[in-house]
């Protein structure tokens, strides 16, 4: 059992999270969120055999990669590279032992200073995406923790465009090809940010979290801007592929699923959340740091680093391969596959 002073700092934590400022805070007192949860959280785990296995699943493995953390008394001018130095080589090898092909999401500093890593991820088959110029706040100006200062704030759309423009031609001038898919540090952007993301020519961005709809993560037309907005409210340029998985991992960053563990729980939650699905391909989107793969790595978050975490990593992905038939696939790709055959806006709907 966890000693009564790390149980209390969790509980601050928690606390503060639900008081911390955020650009999404309005969907928090819109009565359609509240009603999609309690419909995503009654659903019947009860699943037939032959409906669960006959879905295939869209698997998304996703990391930000980025530079170290400045967490305890850090700063965003002072980060290190051990995540990307340590952690990298053996997140790449393990998907690549997975038969998996994911997306980066790759902060352009990082390309800058180390750009053999970046070179490495697209050499693998990775599809890199875009993560910021230098972890800058698209939401606003906020602290996420006491251990964590406050991150650069970019200060109207001008300013957002003319950056976002800058670190995706610093990533496709190393990489040399396109950059289509962008996720916001923190996975915090308001509407200004995401009019300024589709304005730099980005084709799908995965900032948004799926405990904001109430169902898994099926692409769509959303406006991440007001992320309870329907497609016939206004016809947003940015296709929408919300997270599923967290750094922890947990199974919806908030009510009513928790932490992913050994066991049938493991298997039921997935297998309630891919039946929210229903009328779409179920779509899991799965969201790693290269930092958590290294041993010992400091974190406020809780202690699951280096094999720990390979292990817990491993075992999600197996009850996955248990529940269902999986295809790997890149953001990009499975955003240009649904608009193609599904987006009412550009395709006829299948």
């Known amino acids: 059992m966890k000693p009564i002073g790390v149980r209390l700092r969790g ?17 928090y007192v819109n009565l359609r969120w509240w009603q999609q949860l309690v419909r995503g959280a009654l659903i019947p785990t009860e699943i037939g055999k032959e409906r669960s296995s006959s879905r295939a699943i869209s698997l998304i493995v996703t990391c930000d ?7 305890e008394g850090g700063s965003w001018d002072q980060r290190g590279l051990r995540g990307v130095i340590e952690g990298l080589p053996r997140l790449l090898n393990l998907l690549e032992a997975r038969e998996i092909r994911g997306t980066f999401f790759t902060e352009a500093l990082l390309a800058r200073l180390s750009p053999d890593s970046v070179l490495e991820v697209a050499r693998r088959g990775h599809e890199v995406g875009c993560h910021g110029l230098a972890h800058e706040s698209y939401g606003g ?8 200062p406050r991150p650069p704030t970019l200060q109207g759309r001008r300013e957002k465009e003319a950056t976002l423009r800058k670190a995706k031609e610093m990533l496709e001038e190393l990489v040399g090809v396109p950059i289509r898919s962008f996720r916001a ?12 993301v589709a304005n730099a020519g980005f084709l799908v961005d995965s900032s948004l979290q799926n405990h904001l709809f109430g169902y898994l993560s099926a692409p769509t037309h959303r406006d991440p801007g007001k992320p309870l907005a329907r497609s016939r409210d206004a016809v947003p340029r940015l296709i929408e592929v919300p997270v599923s998985v967290d750094p922890r991992p947990r199974l ?10 050994r066991g049938p729980r493991t298997r039921s939650v997935l297998e309630r959340i891919i039946a929210a699905s229903a009328g779409v391909a179920p779509t899991l989107v799965l969201l790693v740091h290269p930092w958590e793969f290294v041993e010992g790595f400091p974190s406020p978050f809780g202690q699951m680093r280096g094999t720990a975490r390979v292990e817990r990593f491993e075992q999600f992905l197996d009850v996955v391969g248990e529940i269902a038939p999986v295809r790997s696939i890149p953001m990009g790709t499975i955003a240009s596959e649904w608009e193609q055959s599904r987006c009412h806006l550009h395709a006829d709907p299948v």
């Open 252 to 261: 919806r960053s908030h009510h009513p699923y928790g932490s992913v563990e």
């Open 11 to 27: 509980v601050r934590r928690s606390l503060r999270a639900l008081t911390i400022w955020h650009p999404y805070g309005r969907a």
């Open 65 to 71: 990669l980025e530079l170290d953390p400045p967490w």
């Open 141 to 148: 100006s906020y602290r996420i923790d006491e251990t964590i």
């Open 185 to 196: 540090p923190f996975l915090h952007i308001d509407a200004e940010s995401s009019a300024a």
